[in-house]
T-cell receptor
Framework: DSGVTQTPKHLITATGQRVTLRCSPR?????VYWYQQSLDQGLQFLIQ???????AKGNILERFSAQQFPDLHSELNLSSLELGDSALYFC?????????????FGPGTRLTVL | GENVEQHPSTLSVQEGDSAVIKCTYS??????FPWYKQELGKRPQLIID?????GEKKDQRIAVTLNKTAKHFSLHITETQPEDSAVYFC??????????????FGKGTLLTVNP
């Protein structure tokens, strides 16, 4: 157990809908990273938050957004869902704000868009 | 941006044999190279990492080597066991001055250890 938690574990929804994924970092960690993992694209970095502020951005679609709250948990919002958004979504956390700090991954949320 | 290539995409070995997975990276300023193991349906778990100030690091049956000149790094697993079967990902990142750069992953290697 990495200490990073994610909810829900599974999510099944329809095209055009909006969902929210939640991540709680390890105790004491200030940074949260979001990744998308699909079969053909591997692990793709989406976005990073550090102590409530956006720190780095990857290949995140405009339909996706995220935020980090004062208690340091983070939410990833996915809207206007398409079939291709079906994937495993992982968050990871680090103590500091650097991607070269050791990243600890949560158990993931499996999103299925029908 | 950084590009990480990983080979082979699949690797099958007999129990007790060694396994080697290789990665190359494009950004010469990258200075952090972790390896993650991911079992089916589970989270990626860090198994070993190396920073650019060292050329080799070992942890029991696992070792990682780094060649900064050639921009490649490798994972070596000795005396493989069936529980080593998983997908292994390499990654690369750098921190430079006040900037933070993302961790870029290779596409993964499916390792199968046959009993």
């Amino acid at each position: 157990d990495s200490g990073v938690t994610q909810t829900p574990k599974h999510l099944i929804t329809a095209t055009g809908q909006r969902v929210t994924l939640r991540c709680s970092p390890r105790s004491g960690d200030l940074s949260v990273y979001w990744y998308q993992q699909s079969l053909d694209q591997g692990l793709q970095f989406l976005i990073q938050y550090y102590n409530g502020e956006e720190r780095a951005k990857g290949n995140i679609l405009e339909r996706f957004s995220a935020q980090q709250f004062p208690d340091l948990h983070s939410e990833l919002n996915l809207s206007s869902l398409e079939l291709g958004d079906s994937a495993l979504y992982f968050c990871a956390s680090t103590l500091g704000g650097w991607s070269a700090d050791t990243q600890y991954f949560g158990p993931g949320t499996r999103l299925t868009v029908l | 941006g950084e590009n990480v290539e990983q080979h082979p995409s699949t690797l099958s070995v007999q129990e007790g044999d060694s396994a080697v997975i290789k990665c190359t990276y494009s950004d010469s300023a990258s200075n952090y190279f972790p390896w993650y193991k991911q079992e089916l349906g589970k989270r990626p778990q860090l198994i070993i990492d190396i920073r650019s100030n060292v050329g080799e690091k070992k942890d029991q049956r696992i070792a990682v080597t780094l060649n900064k000149t050639a921009k490649h790094f490798s994972l070596h697993i000795t005396e493989t066991q069936p529980e080593d079967s998983a997908v292994y990902f390499c990654a690369a990142s750098r921190n430079s001055g006040g900037s933070n750069y993302k961790l870029t992953f290779g596409k993964g290697t499916l390792l199968t250890v046959n009993p």
